[in-house]
């Protein structure tokens, strides 16, 4: 039989007074109580309980047994209370890791989080390096690109598009590619982990897809880096779209073949496990998405 099944049916026929009562309050059979309490003796190896006809008593073990195993009891209860306080109310330390491209985007979700959630502390970690989120310790991922096959949950919070763009000095000095084949003349800004390697991927008009094989002179994991390569004439950019659209909206930078659009990809939230999930990382996911759902026109 389960122990603290019948810790619990011990302690109410001490409580009670007797096998019956007990049954009658946990609503079971005189019999399964007699059951439980005759485990126990089993498994101790010693009486609990000195039974008559009239009445039950506590032995000298009993009484001991009885008064350490309410104590464990009430911890249990305790602990059941906090568990369900804590899953309540978001707390303790949210680690989160992401690229640093995002971050402008971040920031004001984090801080909005901080501000309506201040029981949760924020482990904030930027970096361009793949990470075992299991292993690092890592609530939440945020990614820009594909995730691997992986047991991994992934949460999408909105689509979004790269944008090829080089600066008005690149174009005074280069004839601006019109079609994706043409791209392969041009020194070409590239970033490591682009998901299709040297191969940068367009949809046409009639959303077909085409594809261009790319060289150049400069790979980073740092799109920082390349943006800025790009608006010193460097070469072209396959630059996401929330890395230049300001550099766009203020001429720093040009679209090149606006007839074509970059394929469509996702900035994703990745934890460990869905049905398990602290109530600290499902807020700030719903927070997350809810926010994004602004930025899914422009990033597309």
């Known amino acids: 039989m389960d122990r603290l099944t019948s810790l619990v049916v011990f302690g109410r026929v001490v409580e009670c007074g007797g096998f019956s009562a007990a049954a009658r309050r946990l609503k079971m059979s005189v019999t399964m109580v007699s059951n439980h309490v005759q485990a126990l003796e089993n498994h101790l190896g010693v009486r609990l309980l000195n039974r008559t006809t009239r009445k039950v008593s506590l032995t ?3 009484k001991y047994y009885y008064e350490r195993s ?3 009891l009430i911890d249990l209860e305790d602990a059941d209370q906090a568990a369900a306080a804590l899953s309540a109310t978001p707390r303790g330390m949210l680690k989160i890791y992401t690229s640093s491209a995002i971050v402008p985007l971040l920031l004001p979700v984090i801080s909005e989080y901080m501000a309506l959630f201040p029981s949760v502390s924020v482990d904030f970690d930027v970096g ?4 075992d989120m299991i292993e690092d310790g890592y609530d939440l991922l945020i ?3 594909p995730l691997p096959d992986s047991t991994l949950i992934v949460r999408k919070l909105t689509a979004w598009r790269h944008i ?3 600066s008005p000095e690149y174009l005074r000095a280069h004839a601006a590619p019109t079609t994706p084949a043409e791209i392969s003349r041009h020194n070409c800004l590239r970033y490591t982990y682009y998901p299709y390697g040297d191969e940068w991927r367009f949809e046409d008009a009639k959303g077909r ?3 261009a ?3 150049g002179n400069l790979v980073s994991n740092s799109a920082e ?3 800025y390569m790009a608006l010193t004439g460097q070469g072209i950019f396959l630059a996401p779209s929330f890395v230049v659209f300001e550099d766009l909206a203020e001429g720093r930078l040009m679209r090149m073949m606006p007839e074509y659009r970059a394929v469509e990809l996702s900035i994703n939230a990745v934890y460990p496990n869905r049905s398990h999930q602290p109530t600290k990382v499902r807020l700030f996911v719903d927070l997350l998405a809810e926010r994004f759902s602004k930025h899914r026109k422009w990033m597309t």
């Open 164 to 166: 090829l763009v080089c």
């Open 143 to 145: 990614r820009t690109t």
């Open 213 to 215: 094989k790319v060289g």
């Open 225 to 227: 880096t390349l943006r």
């Open 70 to 72: 309410a104590q464990i």
């Open 128 to 131: 361009e390096r793949a990470v």
């Open 209 to 211: 897809q085409k594809s």
């Open 60 to 62: 000298e073990t009993g």
